[in-house]
């Protein structure tokens, strides 16, 4: 063995930081995990819905937002109004289908989320 160190051709000494780089390019981040749905549910009925007067959207938007409409939300003690809003459709053709309180044959509300479809 020599006493002299392990000299590289040229090429082989800038292919190890290209290497680095091509590979960075490929390093992915993981998926986002899933939101776990959490199940709200309410000891009581909620009050009945508020009549909302729905404003016409931005005109230059008209194609792309969709109204969600008010709803109640159980805050672990008693109810608070959620207004209504515009949202940004997620494709041209989605469509919103609003959330609802459901009873159970306990006598407990569960909130079954809205979605798009």
């Given at each position: 063995m020599s006493d002299h160190p392990m000299r590289l051709p040229r090429r082989a000494l800038l292919a190890v930081p290209l290497a680095g780089l091509l590979l960075a390019g490929c390093v992915a981040a993981p998926p986002p995990r899933a939101q776990a749905e959490v199940e709200i549910v309410a000891p009581r009925r909620p009050p009945p819905l508020r009549e909302e007067i729905v404003p016409p959207p931005p005109p230059e938007r008209r194609e792309i937002?969709?109204?969600?409409?008010?709803?109640?939300?159980?805050?672990?003690?008693?109810?608070?109004?959620?207004?209504?809003?515009?949202?940004?459709?997620?494709?041209?053709?989605?469509?919103?289908?609003?959330?609802?309180?459901?009873?159970?044959?306990?006598?407990?509300?569960?909130?079954?989320?809205?979605?798009?479809?």
């Open positions: 937002v969709v109204w969600q409409p008010g709803h109640w939300r159980w805050d672990g003690r008693d109810w608070d109004w959620i207004p209504g809003h515009y949202v940004e459709r997620p494709h041209r053709q989605a469509n919103w289908i609003p959330g609802h309180w459901d009873e159970r044959p306990n006598g407990t509300w569960v909130w079954i989320p809205g979605h798009w479809t």
